[in-house]
C-alpha cells in the first residue's frame, strides 16, 4: 500500500511568517519520507482542494523550501473562504473528502485563525463517519493575536514589532515639525474585536511624552469628549499627539467607529476609515492640522523587520503538526505556552480544535491604562519577548530576496468543482 500523503493549506488574512510555518511543515515531513508520502499545498487555500488544485512540493529544491523561512505572505496562496456548516453545504465536506481519497490524502494542516481551526476540526468529524479516517491539526497563524488557549499568535510579534517601530519613528517625525505644521498624527493598525496590536505599538513609549499618547482600543468604549480632552492636552503638553487606533474601535453601543456598511467573505462587517475618521473630527473639533495613515497590508508583509522570536514560534508550529500527525494525534492545534520565571522562554503545546474554533480572546482589561488610552505594566511584560530578535532575509542588490516557486499541479483525478 502506497505511503499516506499530507495536505497543507494556508488561510485568511496572510503575516510575515506563514511560511516559516510552511517551511517547519514542508521540512519535517521530508525528515519522515519513509511515513509520509507527497506533501501537497493548495493553490489559494481551501479552495485548493476544493478546485483540486494541488501543489506538488517534491517538485520545489530544498534550497527554495529553506527559502520559504524568510518570505513574507502566503507562498501557496491563501483565501478568505469560510466552508458553510456540515448541516447547510454537506456537499463542500464531501468534494474535500473525494479530493483526499483521490490522492491517498491523510493527513490534513490548516495553518490559520478561528475559521480555519473550525473547518480543520469538521473535516475530522466527518472523516470519521465516512470511513475514511484523516488526521486533522490546526496550525496557529492570525496578526490579530485573538486565538484562545495559545499564550500568542505566530504572525503577531513581528507586526507588533512593525507598528511599534512606526509610530515611533513617525512620532520623532511630527515633533520635529509641530512648532509651524502638523501637531496630530493618526495611525491605523489591525485589529478587528481585540486591540492587541494596537496594544503593541504602546512598547513605543519609554519615557514620558514618548509617541504613541494616545491608544484607541476596541475593548474600551470610544468618548469623543474624553478622547479630545486628552489630545488637547498632549498638544499643548508635548507640542504633538500621535495616536493608534485600532480598525476595531467603537462607540459604547457596539457600532464601529469606521462601519463601512458592508460585509467581508466571512461575513464579518467590513472596516474603512477609522483613521481619517479620527483626524477629520480632531480638526473639525480642535482645529490642529493632521496627517493620518493606514498601515494596512505593510503590517503584516514587512518580512524585513520581522521579530525573531515571531520567525522561530512560526516553524515550531508548522514542524509540531507534522509531529503531532504522524504521533496519532488528531483534531488538536499546537499552542505556544509561555514559561514561568523573569527570563522570556517558551515551549509548544496543544489543544482541542473544538476549544480554539471561532473563540476570540481579547486583551484583559488590566493590560489598558485605567484611562483606557495606553498599556500597563503588566501589557509591557507580555508584549516586549514577543517583537525582539532579528531574522534579517538575504539582500542583493540592496534588495530582500524572497523564494520564488514552481508550484506545480498535481494531476487532476475528479471532476470540475463548481460552488453550490
Not at 55 to 76: N, Q, V
Not at 127 to 134: A, Q, T, V
Not at 221 to 233: G, I, M, P, T, Y
Not at 307 to 317: E, K
Request: hydrophobic share 40%; charged share 25%; net charge neutral.
Amino acid at each position: 500500500m502506497s505511503k499516506a500523503n499530507l495536505f497543507y493549506a494556508q488561510s485568511g488574512g496572510v503575516t510575515a511568517v506563514i511560511n516559516a510555518s510552511a517551511c517547519g511543515v514542508i521540512e519535517t515531513a521530508r525528515k519522515h519520507s519513509d511515513r509520509i508520502g507527497k506533501v501537497y499545498a493548495g493553490m489559494n487555500g481551501i479552495i485548493g482542494a476544493l478546485r483540486e488544485e494541488l501543489i506538488d512540493t517534491s517538485k520545489e529544491s530544498d534550497a527554495t523550501i529553506a527559502a520559504l523561512r524568510h518570505t513574507p505572505a502566503g507562498a501557496f496562496g491563501s483565501c478568505r473562504y469560510k466552508l458553510k456548516s456540515l448541516e447547510d453545504n454537506r456537499a463542500e465536506y464531501q468534494r474535500l473528502m473525494d479530493v483526499f481519497r483521490a490522492h491517498n490524502i491523510r493527513y490534513f494542516l490548516y495553518n490559520g485563525g478561528g475559521d480555519s481551526q473550525d473547518t480543520a476540526n469538521k473535516v475530522s468529524m466527518l472523516s470519521l463517519k465516512e470511513g475514511f479516517p484523516i488526521t486533522c491539526i490546526g496550525i496557529p497563524k492570525t496578526v490579530d493575536n485573538d486565538l484562545p488557549i495559545t499564550d500568542n499568535c505566530p504572525g503577531f510579534g513581528s507586526v507588533a514589532k512593525y507598528v511599534a517601530v512606526s509610530i515611533r519613528e513617525a512620532g520623532l517625525d511630527v515633533a520635529s515639525m509641530c512648532e509651524s505644521s502638523t501637531k496630530v498624527f493618526v495611525m491605523e493598525v489591525m485589529g478587528r474585536h481585540a486591540g492587541w496590536i494596537a496594544g503593541a505599538a504602546g512598547l513605543a513609549s519609554e519615557q514620558e511624552g514618548d509617541a504613541p499618547h494616545i491608544i484607541l482600543f476596541p475593548e474600551i468604549a470610544f468618548d469623543k469628549a474624553s478622547f479630545l480632552r486628552r489630545v488637547k492636552h498632549c498638544v499643548n503638553q508635548y507640542g504633538y499627539c500621535a495616536i493608534v487606533v485600532s480598525e476595531g474601535a467603537r462607540y459604547d453601543n457596539g457600532q464601529f467607529l469606521a462601519d463601512a456598511g458592508g460585509k467581508d467573505a466571512f461575513g464579518h462587517t467590513q472596516l474603512g476609515g477609522v483613521a481619517p475618521f479620527i483626524a477629520s473630527m480632531v480638526k473639525q473639533e480642535l482645529g490642529y492640522k493632521y496627517h493620518w495613515a493606514v498601515a494596512d497590508y505593510l503590517q503584516r508583509a514587512a518580512r524585513h523587520i520581522a521579530s525573531g522570536t515571531d520567525v522561530a514560534q512560526a516553524y515550531a508550529v508548522g514542524k509540531a503538526a507534522v509531529e503531532f500527525a504522524l504521533a496519532g494525534k488528531n483534531a488538536v492545534m499546537p499552542t505556544i505556552v509561555r514559561k514561568p520565571g523573569d527570563k522570556y522562554d517558551w515551549e509548544i503545546g496543544e489543544a482541542a480544535l473544538a476549544d480554539v474554533a471561532n473563540v476570540e480572546k481579547p486583551m484583559p482589561r488590566d493590560y489598558i491604562t485605567e484611562d483606557g488610552f495606553g498599556i500597563t505594566e503588566t501589557a509591557r511584560r507580555y508584549f516586549s519577548p514577543l517583537i525582539k530578535g532579528e531574522d534579517y532575509p538575504p539582500y542583493k542588490n540592496g534588495l530582500p530576496q524572497y523564494a520564488r516557486l514552481k508550484s506545480v499541479l498535481e494531476k487532476k483525478q475528479l471532476a470540475d468543482w463548481e460552488a453550490r
